[in-house]
């Protein structure tokens, strides 16, 4: 999620062809990562001897979680200078990493419960997607109240990893939901205004960065809520 004020600043409105080409490459950027993620999940998973190391080196596994985390950062922080090919690269090494630590949630959850899990954060996701595109109500004003949520939903989570108390993890499994379900109509809403703003006038490298940090941003809201819902259809193998 980031601020209100667009990225690029073009003097003409934008007209509603470029509109809809931005938001609908945004969706096919969004998609390609989840799928490529879906796909190093499912081949870490089938390797055993991989997996074995990668939940036994615990070194390794937050490693790999470090690395997400910059090159979140680097992307959302940087994205306005990166040339098209480095933003790209970024996102495609984001997802690729990620569907390697996803992979230990189809190591621990059975099939069954993370394509339930799977399937409602699909249809849930879409829904508030088409709300925040179809809307005319102006959802900017919950921005701030959705960041200190986040904040508080991250901190709650530290401590209860060393609580443990099931109470508080079905708590924060639906407050989550509830989190992200609003992030991913705000941050739909944030893209659906850059749209506006872009204009003719802005040259392809700009398009592609626009592109790949909604891309990145509905992403986000995409995994977390999936993370969110197997925590509550999920059963343990």
Do not use: C
């Not at 204009?199 to 977390?224: H, P, T």
């Amino acid at each position: 999620m980031s601020d209100q004020k667009p990225l690029l600043t073009t003097a003409r409105p934008a007209q509603a062809v470029r509109e809809r080409s931005l938001l609908r490459n945004v969706y096919l950027w969004m998609t390609g990562g989840l799928a490529l993620t879906a796909v190093v999940a499912l081949g870490v998973a089938s390797n055993q001897d991989f997996t074995r190391a990668l939940v036994a080196n615990r070194f390794l596994f937050f490693a790999i979680l470090i690395a997400e985390v910059a090159l979140v950062w680097f992307l959302s922080a940087r994205i306005t200078t990166l040339s098209p090919a480095t933003a790209v690269g970024g996102f495609v090494a984001y997802a690729v990493l990620n569907g390697v630590t996803l992979s230990i949630i189809l190591l621990a959850y059975a099939r069954a419960s993370v394509s339930t899990a799977l399937f409602v954060s699909a249809g849930t996701f879409a829904g508030m997607s088409l709300y925040a595109v179809t809307t005319k109500r102006d959802l900017s004003r919950f921005g701030t109240y959705l960041i200190y949520g986040l904040w508080g939903i991250l901190i709650a989570s530290l401590v209860n990893f060393f609580l443990r108390s099931p109470a508080v993890h079905w708590m924060l499994s639906y407050l989550g939901v509830a989190l992200f379900l609003g992030l991913t109509a705000y941050d739909t809403q944030v893209i659906k205004r850059w749209s506006q703003e872009l204009g003719d006038s802005a040259g392809e490298a700009d398009y592609i960065r626009l592109s790949i940090l909604g891309a990145l941003k509905l992403y986000l809201d995409f995994i977390n809520l999936f993370l969110f819902f197997v925590r509550i259809f999920g059963r343990r193998r």
